[in-house]
C-alpha cells in the first residue's frame, strides 16, 4: 500500500478511494466500512424510510472551476434540501461517483472533505458507495436516507383554496451566484459577491424547519428548479391555482443592491432556480405556529402568496394581474 | 398535452419523461406517482433495510448499440445481483438519469419497456427518480432497496479456512459476449454467439438461491469486477486465503465451443467480470444444504476451491501452484 504515495497526483485504484472514503463510513455498522455489497439500515420503531436520489453534473449544477469540498457539500445538500421540504430527519447516503480522467488524488481528497464536514454538521454518515471511470463530466449521485414518524411525511399534494403560500430564506441569490461566475453578471463589492457565490455552491438545507412543518403544512415542496415551477408542482398534484406576489418574493439586500427590486429581478430570482428553500402552504390558523417554528428554528418565512381554485402556479404583478412567462424555471431538456 | 405527440421523436420536458416513467411506479402508495420530492418506504416489522447504488455508464458498462431495453434491464439487474449475494429480497429501486442530447422519445420507451419487464419478473417497483441532461455518455444510477430478515445478512466478512469456495452458474460468458460485440471474438454459431451476448447484456440475478444461503453460507460477494478479484474481497475482509482451481471454473459450452477450455481461458473467465454470480464460502458441512438449495432454485453450483489460511484470492494451475495474474479483474482506473 505504501506504494500509493508515490503518485499521490493521479486516481489510483479501488483501493486509494477506499482510504479517501472509508473514514466518512465510520461509526455505523450498516456501513460496514464501504467493505461489503451493500449497505443496511435498521429503520427505528415506528418510522417511515424516506429515500431521494439526486444528481450533480459537472457543467449542469456545478462548475469545474468550484471548489471540489463545494461540490461535495452541494451534492449531498440538495438531496438533504428534499428530505428537509417532506419533514424528514437525515440519517445516511449512498454515493455513487462517475470520475472522468482529469479528476485527481487532491481533488477527491478536498471532495471528501466537504462531505465529512457536512456529515459532520447535518448528523448523517455515508453507508454505501460506487466508483466508476466516464468519459463525460463528473456526475455525483446521492441517495439520501431518511426517517420520519409514521403518516406525517408532508406531501406535495395537500394543499387547498384559502391556504397561504409561504417560503423560507431568500429567492435569487444562488441563480445571481452562478450569473456571476458565468461572467453574467459583475458584482463590485466583494462581500455580496461572496455571498451570492456562496448561496449557489452551498445551500442550506432548512432540516429543524422542515420537521417543525410536520402536522402545520398542507403541502410543501423543495426549490430547486425555482419558485414558480416547483409551486406549479403542488398546485398540479393538489388541484388548485397558486398566486405569488411578486414583490412579496424575499431578495437579499446583496441581490437588491446589485440589481434593485424591480419587477424583472423579480421575475429572474422567481425562476432562476437552485435555492433550495422550502416553498409550502398552510390554513391561516398555522401562521402561529408556523412563525413560532421560525423562531425557534431560526429560519425566515415569507408569506408569498395564496392558494385559489384552478390550476397552475402563476407570478402576480403588483396590480394583480398574472405575469406572462417565458420560463417558470429551469428546463433540463 | 396533447401537442406533445407532435414531436414524438425529440425529448420534451420532465412532462413527457414523467409519461413514460410514471406508469413504472403505480401500484405502490410510496412512490406517489413519481410527483412528490421523495420515495415513502414502510419497512415490514423485524426487517432490516438493504441497499445498493449502482451507476451504469454507456461505453463502460453498456454500448451505444445496445438495445434500450436490455440497458434497463442491466442496469437494474447489476443492482439486484448485489442484493442477491446478500441473502436480501428487492422491493423496490429509485433511478437517477444523466441523458445526452442523442437519446430521443423511442430509446427512453424502449428503456423504461425493459424496467417494466423485469420489475415484474423480480416483483419490485419503480419509486422515485431524477432525469437531468448530461454532456457526457448515458449514466443510469439505481438505487436498489431490499430487505433481510433482521440479522441474517450474508456478509463478506465471515469465511474461515477449511470452508469450501462455491460460485453459481457459468464464468466468462459475459466477457466472451463483451469481446464478440467490440469485435475481439469472432464467433460462427449464431446461437452461441446469442448465448454470450445475452450474458452481457442480461445477466440474471439468482435472487431465491441467495435468500436460500441465509444462514448457510459464510461469507458471499456478487461477481462483477472478475471472480478472483471479487474473491479478493471475501479474502481481505475475512482474513484468510482464497484459492480457487482454474480447472473447476464452470465454464458453458458455448464459450468451449469458441475458445476451447486450456488454462487461458480459465484465466480470461475468471478475471474478465460483469458475470453476476454469487461466490461464496461455506463450511463442509453446509454441501447438503447448498444442494438443496440448488436444486430448489434451478441454480447450478460449482465448487471450485478452498478457503485457507493467508491473504488474497489466488488461481491455482492442475499442479496447485498459483498462477501469476496480469489482473484480477476489471480495474476501473
Redesign the interface.
Known sequence: MTSKTERPRR????EL?GRIFAPLATGVP?A?DL?????????PPGR????????L?E???FRRDDPPSTVGRKALRRALS??A??G?EPSAY???L???QWIDVPWLEEFASGLASDQADFGITL???????????V?I?V?A??F?P?GT?V???GASPGDIVFVTGLIGDAGAGLAILSGFLASSPTSAREALISSFRTPIPHLAFGQALRGIASAA??VSDGLIADLG?IA??SGVRIEVDAVRIPLSPHLQGLKGSGLDVRIDAATAGDDYEIAFTAPPESTPAIRKAELQTFTPVTAIGRVVPGEGAVLLDPSGREIALERRGY???
Not at 417511515?48 to 444528481?55: A, P, Q
Not at 453507508?127 to 463530466?137: F, K, L, R
Open positions: 486516481l489510483g485504484e479501488f478511494i450498516g460496514f467493505a461489503d455489497d451493500v449497505a443496511l439500515i435498521a429503520p417511515e424510510i424516506v429515500l431521494k436520489t439526486d444528481s453534473i457543467g449542469v449544477h428534499d428530505l421540504a417532506k424528514a449512498l454515493l455513487a462517475a470520475l472522468p453507508v454505501g458507495g460506487e466508483t466508476d471511470a466516464t468519459s463525460g463530466p456526475t449521485t441517495t436516507v431518511g420520519v409514521e411525511l406531501r406535495r399534494k415542496v423543495d408542482h398540479d398534484v428546463t433540463h431538456f
